[in-house]
Structure formats: C-alpha cells, structure tokens
C-alpha cells in the first residue's frame, strides 16, 4: 500500500491508537473486577 509520506504517521498512529485502546479496556476490565471483588470482601 503506497500511502503518502504525510499520511503514513497518520495511519500508525491510528492504528496504534486502536490496538492500545483493546489492550487498554481488557486492562480496565481486569482492574474494576479486581476493586470490585475487594470492596465486596470488605463490606462483607
């Protein structure tokens, strides 16, 4: 795929943007279940 020089950054920033943003949220994911779990065993 021959893509401009300008638009070449554009494109992996983008898709680094995108590959970041699902390793981000299974990341997230992981965190809330973990304070969750603890709060409960807290209250509990």
């Known amino acids: 795929m ?3 020089a ?3 950054p554009l494109y ?4 680094f943007r995108h590959s970041a ?3 981000f ?3 997230e ?3 809330l279940g973990a304070l969750q ?3 409960k065993s807290k209250s509990g």
């Open 6 to 8: 300008i638009f070449r």
């Open 29 to 31: 994911s992981k965190i």
């Open 12 to 15: 992996f920033l983008g898709y």
């Open 37 to 39: 779990t603890q709060y």
């Open 2 to 4: 021959a893509l401009p």
């Open 25 to 27: 949220s299974s990341f």
């Open 21 to 23: 943003q699902s390793e």
